[in-house]
């Protein structure tokens, strides 16, 4: 593979482009070099990175584009945006998913993170021929695979992850799961994601240029990246979902298996653990140091039992916080998103710690500090 080939094929399905100064280069080059170097790579993994990798450089280069024929654009504000996040399985979807039902709030739908421009309408967001061919698509693809469990699933009309954005720019964890590739698993927990955050605000001016709102977002790594996130939105109100990392390690690990295996890779499981050590463990690192350096209040704690239990009652005291009015409306509107999904409609998922070569003593020292702090008694 070679990144060359990589821009080559997007520049020629889009007919623009390639946009030498954008910032995609630096991560794209990275990404290239390590599945050039993984062992465990595929001829089927190979090509689905390769489709997958010119998919998001495709709505990059649309995106650059189109902010060079509407440059104004770039001069809308994003205020007050709200993020969740939060280490992985412990309720941020959810969290997500009800704020999304709310219909002052603005989140970013899985198809328009992929398919962002032209941007549509708010009149045309859950109409656009892209998110009812998408969906189509997804329907399609459960009808023909009856009794398929999946770990975690969103329609095209859904709230989706700013991680899709942050890919485009290639400096995202979605890269990383998808192969045993420690070399960027290293380098994106430490490289500068500045460019990223850079990005995913541009696409977000560009989509609520036509379709307004204050901005319902979501994606665990926020967590890691948090600092960078408030220095590219100062104002954002920051939502830090908890669950006992014990029980989500496990849970963590059970995903990055399925999602390999779909890659048609044989995964490891020692690896798969041991590298969710390091990845965790900066999720509770960065959030932390977040706290610190923000001050008291400046992020809000919702605890996964206490969400599960009465998603209705955190939902009101999270509102509370976020200064916003929670109307009868909203209640009912969260309430029936919640009568209509119950947990585990995609099946129920098994794993333990043991599968991935962990136990709670040898997690101690990644989780220890973090539940000494906030406890799970909630």
């Known amino acids: 593979m070679k990144t060359a080939d990589i821009i080559d094929k997007s520049c020629e399905i889009t007919g623009l482009g390639p946009f030498p100064e954008a910032s995609y280069h630096e991560g794209l080059d990275v990404l290239v070099d390590q599945i050039n170097g993984c062992p465990a790579v595929t001829e089927k993994s190979l090509q689905v990175m390769e489709r997958e990798m010119v998919a998001s450089l495709r ?54 993170a992929t398919q962002s421009v032209p941007p549509a309408t708010s009149d045309t967001l859950y109409t656009d021929p892209r998110c009812i061919e998408k969906r189509a698509q997804q329907q399609k693809l459960l009808d023909d695979n009856p009794g398929l469990v999946l770990p975690h699933w969103e329609w095209a009309d859904d709230p989706t992850e700013c991680i899709f954005l942050l890919a485009q720019d290639f400096k995202a964890l979605s890269w990383e799961a998808r192969l045993p590739m420690p070399g960027y698993s290293k380098w994106i927990l430490e490289c500068d994601v500045t460019s990223a955050y850079e990005y995913h605000k541009k696409v977000l001016q560009v989509l ?32 830090w979902t908890h669950r006992d990392p014990y029980q989500t390690f496990a849970s963590s690990c059970s995903l990055n298996r399925f ?40 992020i809000y704690d919702i605890y996964y039992n206490d969400l599960m239990q009465d998603p209705i009652a955190e939902m009101k005291k999270l509102y509370g916080w976020l200064g916003d009015e929670f ?37 101690a020292p990644i989780f220890g500090d973090y539940v000494k702090q906030y406890g799970f008694m909630h």
């Open 208 to 239: 609520q240029s036509k379709a307004p709102g204050i901005w319902n977002l979501k994606m665990p790594s926020h967590a890691i990246f948090v600092k960078t996130l408030k220095k590219i939105y100062p104002d954002a109100r920051l939502i």
């Open 327 to 363: 109307t009868p409306e909203i209640q009912n509107a969260m309430q029936q998103w919640i009568d209509s999904h119950p947990q585990n409609q995609f099946g129920k998922h098994n794993y333990s710690l043991a599968e991935f070569g962990e136990s709670r003593e040898s997690l």
């Open 259 to 298: 999602t390999q295996k779909m890659m048609g890779v044989d995964p490891d499981p020692l690896y798969i653990g041991d590298n969710a050590k390091c990845r965790l463990g900066a999720h509770l690192q960065g959030a932390m140091e977040g706290k610190k350096l923000f001050g008291d209040g400046a």
């Open 59 to 112: 709505n990059r280069l649309r995106v650059e584009d189109y902010l060079l024929r509407h440059d104004e654009v770039l001069e809308q504000k994003i205020e007050r945006p709200v993020f969740v996040f939060g280490i992985p399985r412990t309720g941020t979807t959810f969290t997500n998913h009800l704020l999304g039902a709310d219909s002052n709030r603005r989140s970013l739908l899985n198809w328009e």
